[in-house]
């Protein structure tokens, strides 16, 4: 089956810093890949929709200058988290679009910022 | 009104009984309906599908959509202690914003006692 290798799966960062997480298609072509969010006890919160070649489409309330997307290949979608702070600690987690109606989820990155 | 809405729990159930989550959403232009299983700390993985008023099943579990009601549920009979987790409706945006992405709800805690 289809998929998706997120990496790293945690990371600890100092306050200010910036993190990469990156999300790779193994076995497909991933044209849209959605990024999520999600805090302890809390459901999946959709921060943004990439389509590989074009700019990503976030949601309400998420700083698109601060979660930088990247979607440069059909197989390769990068989150940047520019100047992180204690608040942007969080499991995030991508997933990509496999059919008309299929996802398959990354396995997730648990962001520790200190 | 939240978009998809679960009773949070916790759910405990015995070992060999049947659990039943509940899960409504908002959106009725919503056509696509799944069921998901997280465990703390990892990425969610999917259990069901549903696209068609009724009820399917696969194996253990079945799902049931009444578009009508904007519900839908997930039976797991013969609950085993494995079952145990946080079960996610999640409920594709029929339209606006980013279409397709999967809209979570916050997850119902399954405790199956032994």
């Known amino acids: 089956g289809a998929v998706v290798s997120q990496h790293p799966s945690r990371v600890i960062c100092k306050s200010g810093t910036s993190v990469k997480i990156e999300c790779r298609s193994l076995?497909?072509?991933?044209?849209?890949m959605f990024w999520y969010r999600q805090f302890p006890k809390q459901s999946l919160m959709l921060m943004a929709t990439s389509n590989e070649g074009s700019k990503a489409t976030y949601e309400q309330g998420v700083e698109k200058d601060k979660f930088l997307i990247n979607h440069a290949s059909l197989t390769l979608s990068t989150l940047t988290v520019t100047s992180a702070h204690p608040e942007d600690s969080s499991f995030y987690i991508c997933?990509?679009?496999?059919?008309?109606?299929?996802?398959?989820f990354g396995s997730g990155t648990r962001l520790t910022v200190v | 009104q939240k978009e998809v809405e679960q009773n949070s729990g916790p759910l405990s159930v015995p070992e060999g009984a049947i659990a039943s989550l509940n899960c409504t959403y908002s959106?009725?232009?919503?056509?696509?309906f799944f069921w998901y299983r997280q465990y703390s700390g990892k990425s969610p993985e999917l259990i069901m599908s549903?696209?068609?008023?009724g009820d399917k099943e696969d194996g253990r579990f079945t799902a049931q959509l009444n578009k009508a009601s904007q519900y839908v549920s997930l039976l797991i009979r013969d609950s085993q202690p494995s079952d145990s987790a946080t079960y996610l409706c999640?409920?594709?945006?029929?339209?606006?914003?980013?279409?397709?992405?999967?809209?979570f709800g916050k997850g119902t805690k399954l405790s199956v006692k032994p």
């Open positions: 997933s990509a679009r496999t059919g008309l109606e299929g996802y398959t």
């Open positions: 076995d497909f072509q991933a044209t849209t």
């Open positions: 999640a409920v594709n945006r029929g339209s606006g914003g980013s279409q397709g992405n999967l809209i």
């Open positions: 549903i696209y068609s008023n």
């Open positions: 959106d009725r232009g919503s056509q696509s």
